[in-house]
């Protein structure tokens, strides 16, 4: 058996502000040459969820919004030294959220999507404007379907897509990167049925590939710097249509919610 | 600015079947001359947790366990399909275990170490012998340090060390490579105080990164095959004495206890 190459992590430079109505594709393509990268069939982009909802225009201006009593309350009680919480944004996150899960300190929610993470995804940083916030995108995966569609058109390469964005987590602190879309890529590669390396079965194992390739991404994406996008090259997968919301874990299994 | 050198994700192969009290380092570094791959200044080894186990002899067998009380009602308890129980392997996670913190269906268990996961940890895949199982190192910190000085002394070169285990999640599906034990990298980098791409100050922004790393070496890492040490090269980070310990929530924090 040949050796395999080794995976690779490439940051793509050169990516403007991204603007409402941007192609996205065409942009990260130019972006690409400009960094001397070229795309290569099997390649896995993994995008910021910011540039995504950026050019889908997911920015609302908070000046805008007229904050409801449930989100003034909530402001009210997850006002720490922390993370002080303007109503307005409460009251977004709360439009974006099926189920608030804590509230105390900070706003824990399930987004319309089903993911649960902090403050429904509604983010301030890395935006231009001083009231502009930023949206999830409405449809992560649909998203990842269609830049990769529209890159299959324009280079004739298959390229898995995943969208990204960085989630806390129970019991450990920090953030890491993980997958809210995908496309060609499977999201869950299930070990069930295979054998370890002394021949007993595997059990229950099913790893989260979409996100440790978004984890991955997530070395070469420091939050300061300008690397909305990275490609993944030497990764070995299969082609896969799956949903990166297949790896939300069903309600009756979850012992956490 | 040059550009940066791409992040590379390099198994190492040719690792043998590993024993209590074998020299781990002198194994990998012969492992990795044979795999064609020298060890770099600042690279950065990510060691899954079983050959550290075994190497530790953390290994035990199951017929000299004498399952208590507790231990064969919560067997009887999580029985299901997806995960049978043997009480002596209940009794075992028992004993690794400082608090139990869901019984069913799945033992979710804090480690005497603070890690918060599935079983403690205590694992029969990937290991020779019908009735032994694997524990989680005693100091997964301790024995990253131990790793990193003695490659410090083999090969003059300085070589940050993680040791990784898969690790379930709450809300999502899929288990992935966290770190349980690190030495010479920072398991946690703050952002906090550092300023966005347009100069907003980034609040909150602590990456775990790693975890990101441990993800990243998972890619290279499948369970079936015998890559247990991977080499992530070209990543920048600051040198760090801090333990792997520092990313575990402290209790007052947790909103998921």
Not at 15 to 35: F, M, Q, V, W, Y
Not at 40 to 55: E, R, T, Y
């Amino acid at each position: 058996m040949p050796k395999p190459l080794p995976i690779q992590i490439l940051p793509i430079g050169h990516i403007p502000e991204i603007r409402p109505g941007d192609n996205l594709p065409r942009i990260l393509l130019a972006a690409a040459k400009k960094s001397k990268l070229s795309f290569q069939q099997n390649d896995i982009l993994v995008l910021a969820q910011k540039i995504i909802s950026k050019s889908e225009n997911r920015m609302i201006d908070l000046t805008t919004i007229t904050p409801s009593q449930r989100a003034i309350d909530l402001a009210a009680a997850s006002d720490n030294d922390r993370s002080r919480k303007d109503p307005r944004l409460v009251e977004l996150i709360l439009r974006e959220s099926r189920r608030v899960v804590r509230d105390h300190p900070v706003l824990i929610v399930e987004t319309h999507h089903g993911f649960i993470c902090a403050n429904a995804g509604v983010d301030q940083s890395n935006i231009l404007g001083e009231n502009i916030v930023s949206l999830l995108p409405q449809n992560p995966d649909a998203s990842a379907k269609k830049i990769a569609q529209a890159l299959l058109k324009l280079t004739r390469k298959k390229i898995a897509v995943i969208i990204s964005d960085t989630f806390g987590r129970p019991w450990r602190l920090g953030l890491i990167n993980v997958a809210i879309g995908c496309y060609g890529i499977p999201p869950l590669v299930d070990l069930r049925g295979t054998r370890d390396t002394h021949g007993k079965p595997l059990h229950a194992t099913i790893i989260a590939t979409a996100d440790e390739l978004a984890a991955a991404a997530g070395l070469a994406m420091p939050k300061s710097a300008s690397t909305p996008a990275v490609l993944i090259r030497n990764f070995a997968y299969k082609s896969s249509t799956e949903p990166a919301t297949k790896i939300i874990r069903p309600a009756p299994d979850d012992l956490f919610r």
